[in-house]
């Protein structure tokens, strides 16, 4: 170790005095100065032996690319796989539930997946075989063996993408403790049927309604038990929830019993905790008590039906369309980017993924209660898609006028018919009056002629489908403002009833006093149309506020529709929406009011309605 002597001399030195990191720290000495030219020879050479051989490198590198003999892609070219991935993403744009709905020919919504599976997927596809046990059961149906993509996929699809969309909306409201994850899945599930009987109100008895799937029904918000059911549980498989089938017995029903004393069916849910019953017939969780429980329902489970002596007998249906087992669905469900990503196939017996087999869960679900070989495929869902795609001339004309509201509002301009050029000259015998009468007349008569073809923009104008729009947002879970302030707009829009139309110069001139411009009603179809679409608009804007936790706004909404349309299709509907609103405000004496007026035999829901006064009645003695 140096003295301190030593260090003192040390720090005299100007060169050595300075920190460590200093650019002066050492003053170059002669010998320095020496190896210097020495050492930048040495440094020119050594670079000129590298650049050469770099060079050579890239020379190399060229001559194999120029040759076809690189595998590395060009700084601007996609590869292969991301080719297939954009291609598939295209493709799947075009079948969502917003594009695929304008899309008058749904074949070239899917002609996209098809080119897609083609070039992309093939290898995966051919090395997929599907099981003896699956095409027994599906009778060896083409929508599951087919390789290709049909026009019900593309309906298929966009089902899926919806309620993949509606769920997560679902499930992100749902307010539960994180610490009871199993509580939180089972009051999910139930917060899920509850939005569903409200949006999809029952059908009046004996109503001929041409076929549809689940979009159509959610969109006009009207349908069959049996609607509910399959929406149902189409909608749990899109977060995971495989295990959901329909149970029915053929015992005879029970006169004045509890629901599974007068159910002939049932949805069962198992959870990993449990196992919960539903009656979309009567719109309500099957209660584990005597009575509803409206303000935290508890349902009844599995093992009630094998405590019941109706359901010692139980048939079990699996509840999907035909092409949710095959095999194409598959591949595309493996190669759906993330943002895109939706449940579209099951495992019907086994054999082609490691997903479990429907039917062992439809069997594991039964706990004893049924076995395999009562088990089958729901014949219900394959029916309404192939009957849907094939309508009649008539059941065609009935499904237009069905979703004609929904192109509304529609765009007019002040119209202008060159046939009104040609009317015939007016006698000038006449008075003025007389003359203007005999005019107005002759263009009523040519606007007739000219608005005769119903399924023309002649009567109706342009449609804009901003409705349609706005309702497809609804369904799909959205709550922000934006689609309560479409539908608000669209309903004023839509309250027009009448159109303007110009009187031609040549008629003026012949006319004293005719106007420039002559408004004239609009026909019947189309008043009820407007008055169609402005119901609705009014109808969901409550529908969206009870989704928003807006209990006042809604009941505010939903008295309002009421009042201007006191026969509308939404009336008992509204009514019994009106009384959970005021439940929640804890006015019960109001909510068996309400419930009172809807309680009527000409109410498709009066079940619910009469179960509903039950429970409340109940708890106030």
């Known amino acids: 170790m140096a003295s301190a002597d030593t260090a003192e001399v040390l720090l005299a030195i100007p060169e050595l005095s300075q920190p ?18 020495i050492s930048a020879v040495f440094c020119v050479l050594l670079t000129t032996v590298f650049l050469s051989g770099c060079n050579n490198n890239r020379e190399e590198d060229a001559t194999v690319a120029g040759s076809g003999k690189g595998n590395a892609a060009a700084p601007n070219q996609e590869t292969e796989g991301e080719k297939c ?8 744009r075009r ?13 070239r919504s899917i002609n996209g997946l098809n080119a897609w599976i083609a070039s992309c997927a093939a290898d995966e596809m051919s090395a997929l075989e599907i099981s003896d046990a699956t095409l027994k059961m599906v009778d060896s149906n083409p929508r599951v063996t087919a390789g290709r993509f049909t026009a019900n996929d593309a309906w298929y699809i966009r089902d899926s993408l919806l309620l993949r969309d509606l769920t997560s909306a679902v499930w992100e409201r749902t307010d539960s403790d994180d610490k009871q994850a199993a509580g939180k899945d089972a009051l999910r599930v139930i917060r899920l049927f509850q939005w569903l009987v409200r949006n999809v109100s029952l059908l009046p008895d004996g109503a001929d309604r041409v076929p549809l799937g689940p979009f159509d029904v959610l969109l006009t918000g009207r349908g069959t038990p049996q ?43 198992q959870l990993e905790d449990g196992s919960m019953l539903f009656d979309p017939t009567v719109g309500v969780a099957v209660p584990s008590g005597e009575n509803l429980n409206l303000k935290a329902p508890a349902p009844a489970s599995v093992a009630a039906l094998a405590e019941h002596p109706r359901w010692k007998s139980v048939s079990v249906r699996l509840v999907a369309q035909l092409a949710t087992f095959a095999p194409r669905m598959l591949v595309l469900q493996n190669q759906l980017a993330a943002e895109d990503s939706a449940v579209l196939y099951e495992e019907l017996t086994g054999g082609i993924s490691d997903t479990t087999p429907l039917i062992d869960l439809a069997v594991a679900a039964g706990d004893g209660v049924w076995t395999a070989k009562d088990v089958s495929i729901w014949a219900y869902p394959e029916e309404q898609v192939v009957a849907a795609a094939s309508l009649s ?4 004309l009935a499904y237009t006028n069905l979703l004609r509201p929904f192109d509304a509002p529609f765009e007019r301009a002040i119209q202008s018919s060159r046939n009104l050029e040609d009317i015939p000259a007016v006698p000038r015998n006449l008075s003025d009056e007389e003359r203007k009468q005999m005019v107005e007349e002759r263009i009523m008569k040519a606007y007739e002629v000219f608005s005769a073809d119903q399924s023309s923009e002649n009567m109706f104008g342009t449609p804009s489908r901003r409705l349609l729009k706005a309702r497809i947002s609804q369904i799909m879970g959205h709550t922000d403002t934006s689609v309560i302030q479409q539908l608000q707009q669209i309903r004023i829009t839509s309250m027009q009833d009448s159109f303007q139309i110009a009187v031609p110069e040549a008629v003026r001139e012949q006319v004293p006093g005719m106007p420039k411009i002559m408004t004239i009603p609009f026909p019947p179809l189309v008043r009820e149309v407007n008055q169609s679409s402005t119901g609705d608009s009014l109808y969901w804007t409550a529908m969206c506020q009870m989704d928003r936790g807006e209990v006042g706004a809604s009941i505010t909404t939903l008295a309002n529709y009421r009042r201007q349309y006191p026969d509308g299709k939404w009336k008992y509907p509204s009514m019994v929406s009106h009384a959970e609103a005021l439940l929640q405000q804890e006015r019960t004496e109001d909510a068996i009011a309400m419930l009172q007026q809807a309680n009527q035999d000409d109410n498709p829901e009066k079940q619910r309605v009469a179960l509903m006064l039950d429970a409340l009645q109940a708890s106030d003695e």
């Open 393 to 396: 001339e008539g059941q065609l």
């Open 227 to 269: 609607d509910r059911a399959w929406i149902f549980v189409e909608a749990l498989r899109q977060q995971y929830i495989h295990s959901a089938f329909i149970v029915s017995t053929e015992a005879e029903p029970e006169e004045g019993g509890d629901l599974l004393a007068t159910a002939e069916w049932l949805v069962v849910v």
């Open 85 to 92: 991935r954009n291609k598939l993403a295209g493709a799947i």
């Open 95 to 107: 079948v969502g539930p917003e594009a695929l709905s304008v899309q008058a020919n749904p074949e």
């Open 20 to 37: 460590f990191y200093s650019p002066k720290r050492i003053k170059p000495t002669v010998s320095t100065r020496f190896y210097r030219p």
